[in-house]
């Protein structure tokens, strides 16, 4: 198999399918169901966000901490503080999910099933010009706005310029950010400088292994640039060992880089 080759093959085999997806999808709907039957008019809305609506979540076997963000925007008329919803939240999760593991992380309820985790995070909308705006908590005590669709259609557009590789590339970068940089990059920090910086990346890229190496460049940091620079020159030997005719050779050094699972 030739670099590319591999390096295509794995970045669809990064992507969730078939019954998994299934099982997920219908998990979103009956956590939906059960927010809304649970609270009532209370929650105004259920957004999922995030890597998962974005399409570049990775399967739990490739990424064990993979979870689809779910925010519930809540009425806030009396303007109480995020860690309210938080405790709301929690105590919804117990009782409707009473076998499931349920804990607070930072300013979110987790839910765990068997096969996937939830990020549950409480919101407001807040209207303004944008339809896109919401308060979400920055800590127990505080809000911060944010306005989850603006980098999607960010993202879909860089996607769409690229030849729709930048999504796949994203998800090889995010695996290797897993398995060789040992999660240094936050996975959000990691898609927005990929997806911010390489909109015109088809200038100077057509391949997969120029688009990783690329994005190896852009996203690279400098307390660990060293395993940026040895990832890159590993691609490097593995296309010169496919020009020699060493395909064999050229797969396992790749593998080096992204391993298969």
Request: hydrophobic share 35%; with cysteine; net charge positive.
């Given at each position: 198999m030739t670099v590319d080759g591999y390096l295509s093959t794995l970045s669809n085999e990064l992507v969730i399918r078939d019954s998994k997806k299934d099982s997920i999808t219908l998990s979103i709907l009956t956590l939906n169901i059960r927010l809304k039957s649970y609270f009532g008019s209370e929650v105004v809305d259920i957004i999922k966000f995030g890597s998962y609506s974005r399409g570049t979540i990775l399967p739990r076997n490739f990424d064990e901490k993979s979870d689809v963000d779910v925010m519930v925007i809540f009425k806030n008329e009396h303007n109480f503080k995020p860690q309210t919803f938080l405790d709301k939240l929690k105590r919804f999760a117990s009782a409707k999910y009473s076998t499931s593991e349920v804990y607070q992380s930072s300013p979110t309820i987790v839910l765990e099933l068997?096969?996937?985790?939830?990020?549950?995070?409480?919101?407001?909308?807040?209207?303004?010009?944008?339809?896109?705006?919401?308060?979400?908590?920055?800590?127990?005590?505080?809000?911060?706005l944010t306005h989850p669709k603006s980098f999607d259609d960010t993202l879909v557009e860089c996607n769409?310029?690229?030849?729709?590789?930048?999504?796949?590339?994203?998800?090889?970068?995010?695996?290797?950010?897993?398995?060789?940089?040992?999660?240094?990059?936050?996975?959000?920090?990691?898609?927005?400088?990929?997806?911010?910086?390489?909109?015109?990346?088809?200038?100077?890229?057509?391949?997969?292994?120029?688009?990783v190496k690329e994005g190896l460049k852009t996203i690279r940091t400098y307390n660990s640039s060293y395993r940026f620079d040895l990832a890159i020159d590993k691609i490097n030997q593995a296309l010169t060992l496919e020009k020699e005719g060493k395909l064999y050779a050229a797969e396992i050094k790749i593998k080096e880089v992204f391993p298969g699972d």
């Open positions: 068997n096969h996937i985790k939830f990020e549950l995070v409480p919101a407001n909308k807040v209207y303004s010009w944008s339809n896109d705006t919401y308060n979400i908590p920055k800590s127990y005590s505080t809000w911060m769409k310029n690229n030849n729709y590789k930048m999504k796949p590339i994203i998800r090889l970068l995010k695996y290797w950010n897993i398995k060789k940089n040992y999660r240094e990059l936050a996975s959000f920090g990691l898609e927005k400088k990929t997806a911010e910086e390489m909109g015109l990346a088809y200038f100077f890229c057509s391949s997969y292994s120029d688009y």
